[in-house]
């Protein structure tokens, strides 16, 4: 591939992080409770999640997600990123952790009210 498709294929890539809505999932297997029968574990947090349910936790400082518990117990955990570069007259807000996801993630603040 010509270094001109690449460097273009990386723009893209790079726009896209920074455009997009910072929500991402993560996905981890075998979080099966070792004590309580259908049931992820999400270690992190010691929190429980029922097979086939979600969990949205609140006051974690730091953890502002949902926890979902799937088939063969695969716990399956979205959260928010930061959003990178704000626009010029605009800031992301600290988020709030005493609120459920994804009220939780931070929010672009912009001075003129958009």
Known sequence: MSGSLWEFL??????SA?????LSTQYRGKTQHPDLPNHCIYEELDLTVPLYGSALPTGYRGYCV???CTEDYLLMIRHCDPMPFPRSGCHLSAGNFELQYPECCPQMECSNGV
């Open 66 to 68: 949902k926890a979902m």
């Open 18 to 22: 920074v455009t997009g809505n910072g």
């Open 10 to 15: 990386l723009i893209c890539s790079l726009f």
